[in-house]
Every structure is written in structure tokens, then in C-alpha cells.
């Protein structure tokens, strides 16, 4: 296991259309997280998954915007109708609930998405 | 409201040199304080993490404290070199963060002139 996937790394689009990222965790670990991060700033919270089950999900996170984990292992991430407003990074993390707080998260490379 | 402040927001320094980044928070209450280093166009990865009863930690040439009285932490860097060059986040956990009950800080940006 080679850490935490994303894919793709880069993604343009032409606003209104629909995109989806995904993310492979750490196999053995339960949590997963996605965040969005602009220029500048620091990595702001959308949604995380426990298993399978979407436990949280920020005011950040639209009715554009959806993610499912659906066996409990990757995550996508789907924008729909994309705005400009959505160019940002997109970073996936994962962790485990028993060594959470002592290992932290592990986080992805992340998705480039530009909006033209 | 929950909060990380760091300073500076950007560093130029010479190699070799050290340098120290500051957080400042006011999560309540306090669980633990992560510094990640995020290479431009990358995903953070973990420096430190310290608990309530840390005070300090090191990995390598990076070093940080912790000081849960005053809700300050550090990140020293000892002899910089070209390959530090990069934003360093402070994360703070606690309640009503969002996942976990993290805040995370908008990161110093950190330039190592040869």
C-alpha cells in the first residue's frame, strides 16, 4: 500500500458540466475525508466517512455537490454544474480510528480542478 | 468561534539558516496540534502531533512546542535546507471543527533562498 490515491491529479472543465474525483484510502483504514483547498488557504472541511457511512457533511458541501463511499473502501467525490467558484484542490485523507490521534491523517496528492 | 492564526503568512530565508513559525489558537477544548508540511501542488504530510501533556517534539531537523496555558505553538527549523521550501500548517483539534474537530490554520509559506 502506497498511501492515499487520487485520481485524476488535474481536471479542466467547462463550467456546467459534471465532474468526479476519486480517492483510495489506506486499505486498513476506516475514515475518510474529503477537503477542499484554495489558493493561499488551508484545507477546508466538506464531508468524512466511517466505513461506509457519511457521518458529517459541512455547510460547504451544496446540493451540487455528493460523495459516496460505498463499500467502505475508495470514495468519489461528484460536482454537478460546475461553477467557477469550484476551482480549487480537492484532497482526500484517510485514517483509522484507533490511531487517529496518535498517527493523524494521511493525506492524498489531491485533484487539481480549474473551471473555464 | 474556533481559530488558528500563524504567523508569518510568508518567510524567505537563506540555507542554512533557521527559522521558527508560530501558531496561535483558540480551540476549546484542546484534544491535540498538528504541523504538516505541504509541498506546492501536494497533500499535507504529518511533521508532529502533541497531545495536551507535550511540549515539545522533534522529527529530524523540525521541531515543535506546544504551550496548552497559552494556546501558542512552534515549528523550528534547524539548518534550513532548499527542500523546506513549502507551506507548514498548523492543525488544532478540539470541538466543532468539522470532522474530527479539526481547524486548521491558512498555513506559512516558507521560501529557502540558495
Known sequence: ?116 | KNQVEQSPQSLIILEGKNCTLQCNYTVSPFSNLRWYKQDTGRGPVSLTIMTFSENTKSNGRYTATLDADTKQSSLHITASQLSDSASYICVVSGMGGGADGLTFGKGTHLIIQP
Open chain 1, 1 to 116: 500500500d502506497t498511501g492515499v490515491s487520487q485520481d485524476p491529479r488535474h481536471k479542466i472543465t467547462k463550467r456546467g458540466q459534471n465532474v468526479t474525483f476519486r480517492c483510495d484510502p489506506i486499505s486498513e483504514h476506516n475514515r475518510l475525508y474529503w477537503y477542499r483547498q484554495t489558493l493561499g488557504q488551508g484545507p477546508e472541511f466538506l464531508t468524512y466517512f466511517q466505513n461506509e457511512a457519511q457521518l458529517e457533511k459541512s455547510r460547504l458541501l451544496s446540493d451540487r455537490f455528493s460523495a459516496e463511499r460505498p463499500k467502505g473502501s475508495f470514495s468519489t467525490l461528484e460536482i454537478q454544474r460546475t461553477e467557477q467558484g469550484d476551482s480549487a484542490m480537492y484532497l482526500c485523507a484517510s485514517s483509522s480510528t484507533g490511531t487517529q490521534i496518535r498517527l493523524g491523517y494521511t493525506f492524498g496528492s489531491g485533484t487539481r480542478l480549474t473551471v473555464v
